[in-house]
């Protein structure tokens, strides 16, 4: 039971943290402004809880064009970190090829269920409050993805099935992803 509980509460932290850094990694990806000046409502969030990491590494690691590759790489070792951590407390690390590739996966995972949770957000602001700055800030993030779908899914009703059709893509591939790892 306290082996549930320890990673329960490690897995919540480390998909706080690791999840900001791939957020920070896709708003640089997508151009989208992270200074504080900018105005984005996002910016202090993602600064206050990826700073501590991504501002060391990136002395070393350099960007790869419109790549943060400091960030990414910030977001594999904090799970990268938790799967070596869980295995000292259950007294089973992997072989550290098998550790490597299942967090990567891991991190795959994490991924796409930020991008759920991110077009669920962004239609529940569209249907509740317009002109929002974190709607704004949302809308920036999904509405890449929304485009070459809005291109092969009709409206229905006045109805944009977009993020309906970019939901169950995210599901799929992430019934994948969980068949890979078992």
């Not at 490690?10 to 504080?36: E, N, W």
């Not at 990491?53 to 990268?80: C, K, W």
């Not at 795959?108 to 991008?115: M, P, R, V």
């Not at 957000?121 to 929304?146: C, F, K, M, N």
């Amino acid at each position: 039971m306290l082996i549930q509980i320890f990673s329960l509460l490690l897995q919540v932290a480390v998909g706080l943290v690791a999840g900001t850094c791939l957020l920070r990694t896709y708003m640089h990806l997508m151009r989208i402004p992270l200074s504080l000046r900018s105005g984005n409502p996002l910016a202090p969030f993602v600064f206050a809880l990826t700073n501590w990491l991504v501002l060391p590494l990136r002395r070393s690691v350099p960007a790869i064009g419109r790549l943060d590759t400091a960030s990414l790489l910030a977001a594999y070792a904090v799970v990268l970190a938790k799967s070596v951590l869980l295995g000292l407390v259950i007294g089973h690390i992997p072989y550290w090829v098998d550790l490597l590739a299942l967090s990567g996966l891991e991190l795959l995972k994490l991924s796409l269920s930020s991008l759920v949770w991110l077009v669920l957000i962004y239609a529940v602001l569209s249907w509740v409050r317009a002109g929002s700055d974190v709607g704004y800030a949302v809308g920036q993030l999904v509405e890449p993805l929304l485009q070459p779908l809005r291109r092969v899914v009709p409206q229905v009703g006045g109805v944009d099935l977009s993020p309906l059709a970019l939901l169950v893509m995210l599901q799929v591939l992430e019934i994948v992803l969980h068949n890979l790892t078992m």
